[in-house]
């Protein structure tokens, strides 16, 4: 009896520890395959514990884009714009961002004090080579909620200045340049050969996943580096994605001392059809603790990194961008589903947010919320009929579920047949009433036929 019993806790206790994936702190995701950038610590899911904001230089959908706004900057936005403050804001018309060095451009999200219009606003871009200003011709504005918009350009060009005008002056409270997610992060990874070193008393194979664990550190002894074997010839390192991504900025992360090996690599990226779709050749002779190589936005399923020496180290490689989904769908894997008014519209791969708006019956982050009983239609903006019993109806079509007394319908906005009354018209008139007319809400008689008497003409006279 008492191993039964025994037996039966550690079953318990066996699925309990295979259904829960324990991460490592600051990790988190079914495959423990994302970062977590919150203030505080993630829960499981990766939200925020306890409410906490992104840490600064992060923010949207799990705080896992990187935030451009105050990265290598040349020109500084007003600190209302960037100081993760939503409830500091400037009356602005017009701001312009620039950077040191260009950025494959993709989206903007900008936190506004109250309920505005974005539409019609302009995106100029300076390109980075010819230095001339280009207005973006395909601007998408999403309302992710009243006070949060989301502003995408379909471009491919790199940009070093991007101006935002807005039809009118307009309070803005936070503003947040997408630099993309490192969507390298614990991806499958290859190289040439491996090289082995005893490091702190441990004999550590110096594998191709060390550039993608997350950890930038150029000290070799954190057995955080990749290292191939010295055999005279020219070294390969590659990651290779499980979906396709749109891809617009490399950093490599460097080691030291020997950083020089790493001079003159070159970068070659494919997409999923093997086609060769980014190329990068160094030149450069100087040591450089990393390297940062922009592009306009380009599908990448696997990147080669190969050295012009004997030895490649790479401490850690990320890789910008997001993920391609090729059904409409959005989220960090593509597993959730679009839910747009316009049912031809893919929505926002980031967010799931959509320009024509949430089908009928959602609303909100990813248009993945239900109305409330008593609202319907694209994001919910429609009251149900106050005809409808508790003025609730269906989300989708408005239809009520039942009409109050002395009203039928789809919206409740009929008068009963002659001869009904009540509560969806369904009761019939008392038949001492004349002519079987009566009062549709309260089904008291017009009139009572002979003999009778009373509201109902339910009485008798004697
Ligand atoms: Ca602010
Ligand atoms: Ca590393």
């Known amino acids: 009896m008492i191993s039964n019993l025994m037996l039966f806790l550690f079953t318990v206790l066996f699925q309990l520890v295979i259904a829960t994936t324990d991460c490592d702190p600051g990790w988190f995701g079914s495959k423990c395959q994302y970062k977590c950038h919150c203030v505080n610590t993630c829960d499981q899911q990766g939200g925020c514990v306890d409410g906490s904001s992104c840490a600064p230089g992060w923010f949207g959908p799990l705080c896992q884009y990187q935030d451009l706004a105050t990265l290598n900057t040349s020109s500084t936005l007003p600190p209302d714009l ?13 701001f312009t961002k620039t950077w040191d060095i260009p950025y494959g451009f993709t989206w903007i999200r900008i936190i506004t004090k109250q309920k505005a219009s974005l539409q019609g606003l302009v995106l100029n871009l300076k390109n980075a080579s010819t230095d001339s200003a280009t207005r973006c011709a395909d601007v998408t504005v999403i309302n992710v909620t009243n006070t949060i918009y989301d502003v995408l350009c379909d471009t491919r060009s790199v940009t070093k200045q991007v101006e935002i005008v807005f039809l009118s002056q ?12 490192n969507v390298a992060l614990k991806e499958k990874t290859w190289q040439t050969n491996d090289y082995s070193e005893i490091i702190n008393g441990i004999n550590t194979t110096l594998d191709a996943s060390r550039a993608v664990d997350g950890n930038t550190n150029a000290n070799f002894t954190y057995a955080s580096c990749t290292h191939t074997k010295d055999d005279d010839k020219k070294e390969t390192w590659s990651v290779m994605f499980s979906n396709e991504h749109n891809v617009n900025r490399y950093i490599l992360y460097n080691r ?3 950083s020089d090996r790493l001079h003159k690599f070159t970068l070659i990226s494919y997409s999923q059809r093997g086609t060769e779709s980014f190329s990068y050749a160094d030149k450069d002779m100087t040591d450089k603790p990393f390297y940062t190589i922009t592009t306009g936005p380009f599908p990448v399923a696997k990147v080669n990194i190969t050295s012009s020496t004997k030895i490649l180290t790479l401490c850690e490689v990320e890789i910008y961008g997001d993920i391609i989904c090729n059904e409409p769908n959005y989220g960090l894997e593509c597993t959730k589903t679009c839910n747009c008014n316009d049912p031809t519209e893919t929505c926002f791969v980031a967010t799931g947010g959509c320009q024509s708006g949430c089908a009928a019956g959602y609303q909100g982050v990813g248009c993945s919320q239900s109305c409330d009983k008593t609202h319907y239609g694209s994001n919910c903006i429609n009251d149900c009929s106050k005809n409808c019993t508790n003025a609730e109806c269906n989300s989708t079509s408005g239809d009520c579920f039942s009409c ?3 009203l039928q319908g789809r919206l409740c906005d009929k008068a009963c047949n002659a001869t009904y009354y009540g509560q969806d018209c369904s009761k019939r008139c008392s038949t001492n009433c004349t002519d079987l007319l009566c009062n549709n809400v309260n089904g008291f008689c017009i009139s009572c036929i002979n003999g009778t008497h009373g509201d109902l003409c339910e009485k008798v006279k004697l």
Request: aromatic share 4%.
């Open 82 to 94: 960037t100081d993760g403050d939503s409830s500091t804001c400037i009356e602005v018309q017009t």
């Open 170 to 181: 307009i309070s803005i409270c936070s503003v947040h340049f997408s630099g993309g997610r």
């Open 256 to 258: 030291e001392p020997h």
């Open 404 to 406: 109050n007394p002395g």
